[in-house]
């Protein structure tokens, strides 16, 4: 694990999750104000935007930046109304699509079954899936949040291989933690992200397990990013909230950057 992670140094990402946010318009605007506040940045920045505006977040942000889904269909195409399947995506310009979000687990009942099915298919367009796992309030007192992590991610990632798991990122956000003000604590992050690592050995072997990145989301801020940035096992973050206005999600990332 050592010599691996020495070969490779410390990587960062910085993704953010515009949710069920910003018009085209909106998106224009946004683009606009966070180009030149990015502009000298080395960390890498994705960002997840609604279907309707990949099209035009691909066209007017640099080649640099990654621009992905929030959600899409397991199936390849068909009768399926209402729904967007993952080579639409990829055409309208996505790389990498969100799946297993907490919200959508929640709102949409999404199983892990199902996360499995669209992270295969995913996979198949190709579309770099980021994976959410976590647990909630109850799961967390009652001390089975390993438990909860081990069930997502061994059925969410059932049949992928080692190779397509290097196009594969995990995000850990604690539910309890997203949209409250208040992140994990470093101590907390760390240890779960630990256990998450040791899940993945278990599943794949040592090497993909360190290789997968494993980033944090939940009420990541300016004032919360150095200290989670720099805390062991944390190779980026998902934000929701933050990422909305331009100055501070570029804040985030230029913060991001002194752990590169
Ligand atoms: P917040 O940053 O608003 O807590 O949201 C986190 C999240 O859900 C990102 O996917």
Not at 21 to 37: D, F, G, H, M, W
């Amino acid at each position: 694990m050592d010599k691996v992670k020495k070969e490779q140094g410390k990587r960062f990402l910085v993704v953010a999750n515009w949710k069920m946010n910003k018009t085209i318009r909106e998106a224009e605007k946004y683009i606009e104000e966070l180009k030149p506040l990015i502009a000298d940045l080395k960390v890498p920045i994705w960002i997840a935007v609604p279907y309707t505006a990949i099209h035009t977040c691909r066209e007017k942000f640099p080649a640099t930046i990654a621009i992905g889904a929030q959600n899409m269909n397991d199936a390849s195409s068909g009768a399926f109304t209402g729904e967007v399947a993952g080579v639409m995506l990829k055409e309208a310009g996505a790389d990498f699509v969100l799946l297993g979000h907490s919200e959508r687990r929640q709102y949409f009942h999404e199983t892990d079954e199902f996360i499995n099915k669209k992270i295969l298919r995913a996979l198949e367009v190709p579309l770099k899936p980021l994976l959410c796992v976590g647990e909630g309030f109850e799961e967390r007192e009652t001390k089975r949040t390993k438990e909860v992590l081990e069930t997502q991610l061994k059925t969410c990632l059932k049949g992928v291989t080692k190779e397509q798991m290097e196009n594969l990122l995990i995000a850990y956000e604690p539910i309890w933690a997203i949209g409250t003000g208040k992140a994990a604590t470093p101590e907390r992050v760390k240890e779960t992200h630990a256990d998450i690592r040791t899940i993945l050995e278990d599943m794949f072997d040592q090497t993909t397990a360190f290789r997968t990145p494993i980033l944090y989301g939940g009420s990541v801020s300016a004032s919360t990013t150095e200290e989670l940035a720099s805390t062991e096992g944390v190779d980026g973050f998902l934000v929701g909230t933050a990422s909305l206005d331009p100055q501070s999600f570029a804040k985030i990332a230029a913060l991001s950057e002194n752990v590169l």
